[in-house]
């Protein structure tokens, strides 16, 4: 499986970003996904996830209300909206696939394959 993360940029606090993962190889559909980030000098943290079919979504708490994760399974795609960003927000985001479903769904070391990574950076 192959990620490709795309979407981040530099935006001031309020403003909003949508990032975009791509996924090759394997079936789309049969992935659980899930959105970390990974600030300086600190651990990746969960962001956002979404189960196979999309139908159950879940936010870490700093996120829940501004960020809206979802996923295309016709195009390979799982998207992460991030609307009234701060400048906490400002990190490296990945885009991961969750292959130990024995663990839960925001420790990182549940997901095996990652996306290379696309900064956001929030200026206040």
């Known amino acids: 499986v192959q990620l490709q993360a795309s979407g981040g940029g530099l935006v001031q606090a309020g403003g909003s970003l949508r990032l975009s993962c791509a996924a090759s190889?394997?079936?789309?559909?049969?992935?659980?996904m899930g959105w970390f980030r990974q600030a300086p000098g600190l651990e990746r943290e969960f962001v956002a996830a979404?189960?196979?079919?999309?139908?159950?979504?879940f936010y870490s708490d700093s996120v829940k209300g501004r960020f809206t994760i979802s996923r295309d399974n016709a195009k390979n795609t799982v998207t992460l909206q991030m609307n009234n960003l701060k400048p906490e927000d400002t990190a490296v985001y990945y885009c991961?696939?969750?292959?130990?479903?024995?663990?839960?769904?925001?420790?990182?070391?549940?997901?095996?394959?990652w996306g290379q990574g696309t900064l956001v950076t929030v200026s206040s």
């Open positions: 979404i189960s196979e079919s999309g139908s159950s979504v």
């Open positions: 190889g394997g079936t789309f559909s049969n992935y659980f």
């Open positions: 991961a696939v969750r292959s130990r479903l024995y663990r839960l769904y925001t420790r990182s070391d549940a997901y095996d394959y």
